[in-house]
């Protein structure tokens, strides 16, 4: 009986052996993949977190200087400062080289710092340009866009001759009467003038056929602008309203004898 019970204590002991056994063999593939038991990581304490919050201040630091340092070449250095002016829509009464004068960009004042308002205002402050545009092209130009004015008319101010363009500015004076140029017959001329307002825009509305025939053109109010034709003969055009219809009108009714041609009302045309 004693025997009986020892045998089955040493079975039961082999058999919890073999358990603990398969147990560590069990831990033993986790341990060698990295995991650490309990104790190594109490051992270790917070050493692996320190280290990553020391890398991650040296990041930050890192970028911080880095950005420090592009924002001193931009803003601070020459490396990315105008080195060319270039000019386009130039090449009538304006040239490239006044508008670049006329522009005064500092010579390598960084790109992102230069007053493009400043230049554009600056620009337009020369007579012959009606619009400017200005742009920064990275890294090291600035783009100047023009339009320059177009004459509509002249003026005769009694001591000069001045060309006028669309909006009744005047932009240039001139020695010798424009050919191709009617004059504007007023007592002034300008952009806020209501009756420089109501001529320009009468020679804005004109068929390029009946343009090339005026050699004058004025007005008392600005509903009655007068056109003289170089055959002498008088248009009573009105305002710029019904353009075409009013060119239609006035085509036919050249064709026929007289001095004064009415088509300011354009349905009851007249001719005297």
Known sequence: MTTTKGSTRAAKQRA????????RQDREPLQRRGRRSSVARQRTGTRPSRRKALRRRWVA???VLAAAGIG????FTSLLGVKSVEVSGAGGSVTADGVRAAAAVPDRVPLVRLDTDGVRE?????PGVATADVSRSWPNTIEIAVTERTPVAYFNSGDALHLVDGGGVVFKVVKDKPAALPEIKLPKVGPEDPLTR??????ASLPQQLRTQVVAVGAATPGSVELTLASGKTVRWG???QGDRKAKVIAALLTREG??????APELPTVS
């Open 16 to 23: 919890d052996r073999r358990r603990a056994a398969r147990a």
């Open 61 to 63: 630091l890192l970028t």
């Open 72 to 75: 001193y070449v931009v803003f």
């Open 122 to 126: 600056r620009v337009l402050a020369m």
């Open 198 to 203: 109501a001529v320009t825009g009468v020679l």
């Open 239 to 241: 305002d710029a309203s």
């Open 259 to 264: 001095k004064i041609y009415d088509v300011s």
